[in-house]
């Protein structure tokens, strides 16, 4: 099985950054893409930032120029630097992995983390 470990929420002012890290551990022979998401009260869960492990990112026009995602292979990890933040970024932020390949099976499998709770507010 694998497991993603979020860490780095907490509570920052209008204008502030925050960093998320996140780590995946198991039985892991790769991760092709890691996304960061998020889940406002009462809101369906969005895409925040996505990248491929060749380095490819991918961000929405909501964070676009605010939020940079980062990688390293060779840890199995993933970070989100966040900065001017807004209060409509408060979420519950969650860790994707994607299609990976693990060791016990053949069979290509989405994991998701716990989850971070990101509060903008003055």
């Known amino acids: 099985q694998v497991q993603l470990v979020e860490s780095g929420g907490g509570l920052v002012q209008p204008g502030g950054s925050l960093s998320l890290s996140c780590a995946a551990s198991g039985s892991i022979l790769s991760i092709p893409a890691m996304g960061w998401y998020r889940q406002a009260p009462g809101k369906q869960r969005e895409l925040v930032a996505h990248i491929t492990r060749g380095g490819s990112t991918y961000y929405p026009e909501s964070v676009k120029g605010r939020f940079t995602i980062s990688n390293d292979n060779a840890k199995n990890t993933v970070a989100l630097q966040m900065n001017s933040l807004k209060s409509e970024d408060t979420a519950v932020y969650y860790c994707?992995?994607?299609?990976?390949?693990?060791?016990?099976?053949?069979?290509?499998?989405?994991?998701w983390g716990q989850g971070t709770q990101v509060t903008v507010s003055a």
């Open positions: 994707s992995a994607e299609n990976v390949r693990v060791t016990t099976t053949p069979f290509l499998r989405n994991y």
